[in-house]
């Protein structure tokens, strides 16, 4: 079992920066692949970025280049730098976990514990 909390959402410009922080408890996050997926209102749940337990990422095209996913799993922590920013990044962004080691990153439904969420609003 699992609990994700996230954090670090706020309002920012076009072009700014802001870093989300998700924080794992109930079992060390190293045994778990973790991600961010976000939701726009009236849209799907979209895949973000994901860090492995071996650390490989992946990111989806929309944010490539611009986002960085990092762990320090002294901490049991998954980060999100989000940096040069659009006003389509604006979403709830959700922290998730999945224990199955080869199923994909990319597809929402193959995680097991999903945090709470925290909103990121990007003003053009």
């Known amino acids: 079992q699992v609990q994700l909390v996230e954090s670090g959402g706020g309002l920012v410009q076009a072009g700014g920066s802001l870093r989300l922080s998700c924080a794992a408890s109930g079992r060390t996050s190293s045994d778990y692949d973790m991600a961010w997926f976000r939701q726009a209102p009236g849209k799907e749940r979209e895949f973000t970025a994901a860090?492995?337990?071996?650390?490989?990422?992946s990111y989806a095209d929309s944010v490539k280049g611009r986002f960085t996913i990092s762990r320090d799993n002294a901490k049991n922590t998954v980060d999100l730098q989000m940096n040069s920013l659009k006003p389509e990044d604006t979403a709830v962004y959700y922290c998730?976990?999945?224990?199955?080691?080869?199923?994909?990153?990319?597809?929402?439904?193959?995680?097991?514990?999903w945090g709470q969420g925290t909103q990121v609003t990007v003003s053009s």
């Open positions: 860090i492995r337990r071996i650390d490989s990422t």
């Open positions: 998730a976990a999945k224990r199955l080691r080869l199923t994909a990153v990319g597809n929402s439904a193959n995680y097991d514990y």
